[in-house]
């Protein structure tokens, strides 16, 4: 059997190594365009930040080792078209600009996504540069060798970690964030807030409510950034927008919703018997609100490729859908987030409330310690456990995952309150920081719900 995979990041790959474990013997051709696979696209804001030395330190696979394994690895491959009827592949060799046409008997979409370009005057300026893929962030970081003065337009995770990574390579940074909020998708305004602090301490000058309207030259060669209330000269703008699907490659051989995504079961597979999908490129089930989502984190890349080649022969294994968790380290600061913000749950229409908890996250008694800050949202009519974000110097990442699997299993905040945890004083309190949260939730819904 004939397995095509079309693209080669993290779905892709995860995809292939599940065939090669399950299914030895079957004949894999991966196409690629470019001629690295694997990027990890932190590590632009790593190797800014002197964290990493080289880009290559963020690729955690290299096409060699799968060659090695008989994958015919067809890197800087253009795939053109795809016939889902007859079963074949068109691609240009993009050194060699030969065509080729392959066939195959089941084929794997990991074509990922492409960033969102806004359609804002001047984008098109070289001085305006995106954050992507590894060559993106090669060519961030020889501008930044000759600039000083750096705009970063979009304040979610990649404009944060960029400002950073800016800042500790010595550089002054502006940061434009449309909204009123940085991180909106995944914190709300509270915890959002004392990002937003942490950054000005470092020296960061943050823009909220301000949509930049315009790039263009300036006479001295310099890039002037204007919003509705400002005007302002940098060296260089990065922007970090949202990103698309690239599912054109499918369109009207397979079920794709309005946004562009390839619509497909819990195994990944589509309505085509013989093409499977992953990665951005698709949606994911969200747990909270049991309804369809595009959500592109690696996180989910990773799963779903790896679902898609172990259902490629044998529907076996379904997917459990996702919290969307979610985390980054921030000038030593440890954020991380699961499941809904309050501002989603609202939208959602649930009957939604936040506890904010903070204290220490082991006892005062220890040589050294400090402070857990916690926003848990829960449902007030099933007081469910919707979501979770956490905020400290200490790692606190791994809690994210366990509300990930609180709300997962639908634990309400008076199970979470009395929620086994490990106690130690190296560790934590005799009740845990989450078990904290969860009663203050619990005190302000007036006392424990009665479960006899």
């Keep these: 059997m004939k397995v095509a995979i079309i693209g080669c990041t993290h779905a892709g790959i995860a995809a292939m190594k599940q065939i090669l474990k399950y299914y030895p013997g079957t004949e894999i051709t991966v196409y690629e365009r470019h001629v690295d696979i694997s990027y990890m696209s932190c590590g632009t804001y790593l190797h800014l930040g002197g964290t990493i030395k080289d880009l290559d330190q963020a690729l955690y696979a290299n096409p060699t080792e799968f060659s090695e394994q008989g994958v015919h690895m067809r890197m800087r491959y253009d795939v053109i078209k795809v016939d889902a009827d007859k079963h074949t592949i068109m691609a240009q060799d993009l050194q060699t600009k030969e065509m080729h046409t392959d066939h195959y008997d089941k084929l794997i979409m990991a074509t990922g996504s492409i960033t969102a370009i806004p359609a804002i005057p001047g984008v098109e300026n070289p001085k305006v540069m995106l954050c992507k893929t590894c060559e993106q962030a090669q060519q961030l970081y020889e501008a930044a060798k000759t600039a000083h003065h750096i705009a970063i337009v979009g304040g979610g995770y990649s404009g944060v970690e960029l400002?950073?990574?800016?800042?500790?390579?010595?550089?002054?940074?502006?940061?434009?964030?449309?909204?009123?909020?940085?991180?909106?998708?995944?914190?709300?305004?509270?915890?959002?807030?004392?990002?937003?602090?942490?950054?000005?301490?470092?020296?960061?000058?943050?823009?909220?409510?301000?949509?930049?309207?315009?790039?263009?030259?300036?006479?001295?060669?310099?890039?002037?950034?204007?919003?509705?209330?400002?005007t302002e000269t940098f060296d260089m703008a990065v922007i970090c927008p949202g990103v698309v699907p690239q599912s054109e490659l499918l369109a009207g051989q397979v079920n794709r919703t309005e946004r562009g995504t390839i619509v497909t079961d819990r195994y990944m597979g589509t309505s085509n018997a013989d093409i499977f999908a992953a990665g951005d490129v698709t949606e994911v089930k969200f747990n909270p609100t049991k309804d369809r989502a595009y959500i592109p984190l690696v996180?989910?890349?990773?799963?779903?490729?790896?679902?898609?080649?172990?259902?490629?022969?044998?529907?076996?294994?379904?997917?459990?859908?996702?919290?969307?968790?979610?985390?980054?380290?921030?000038?030593?600061?440890?954020?991380?987030?699961?499941?809904?913000?309050?501002?989603?749950?609202?939208?959602?229409?649930?009957?939604?409330?936040?506890?904010?908890?903070?204290?220490?996250?082991?006892?005062?008694?220890?040589?050294?310690?400090?402070?857990?800050?916690?926003?848990?949202?829960?449902?007030?009519?099933?007081?469910?456990?919707?979501?979770?974000?956490?905020?400290?110097?200490?790692?606190?990442?791994?809690?994210?995952?366990?509300?990930?699997?609180?709300?997962?299993?639908?634990?309400?905040?008076?199970?979470?309150?009395?929620?086994d945890m490990l106690f130690s004083p190296n560790f934590d309190e005799p009740f845990n920081y989450l078990n904290l949260a969860a009663q203050v939730a619990v005190d302000q819904e007036h006392g424990y719900r009665r479960n006899n």
Excluded: W
Aim: hydrophobic fraction near 40%; proline fraction near 2%.
């Design 299 to 419: 996180s989910h890349a990773i799963r779903q490729g790896a679902l898609a080649g172990i259902n490629i022969f044998d529907k076996r294994l379904g997917s459990i859908g996702t919290q969307a968790t979610t985390g980054m380290l921030i000038f030593d600061q440890t954020v991380a987030c699961t499941g809904m913000t309050l501002a989603a749950a609202k939208a959602a229409n649930f009957e939604a409330k936040t506890a904010f908890y903070e204290g220490n996250y082991r006892p005062d008694f220890m040589p050294t310690t400090t402070k857990v800050s916690i926003e848990l949202v829960y449902d007030q009519q099933t007081r469910k456990v919707l979501g979770g974000q956490l905020m400290s110097a200490h790692e606190v990442s791994q809690s994210a995952n366990t509300l990930s699997v609180v709300i997962q299993n639908g634990n309400t905040i008076d199970e979470l309150a009395f929620m």
């Design 163 to 230: 400002a950073e990574g800016y800042v500790k390579s010595g550089h002054t940074v502006t940061l434009f964030q449309r909204g009123p909020h940085l991180v909106n998708e995944y914190l709300d305004p509270q915890l959002s807030q004392r990002i937003e602090d942490l950054l000005t301490t470092k020296g960061i000058t943050i823009k909220t409510n301000a949509q930049v309207t315009a790039f263009s030259d300036t006479a001295d060669n310099r890039l002037r950034v204007d919003t509705a209330d400002t």
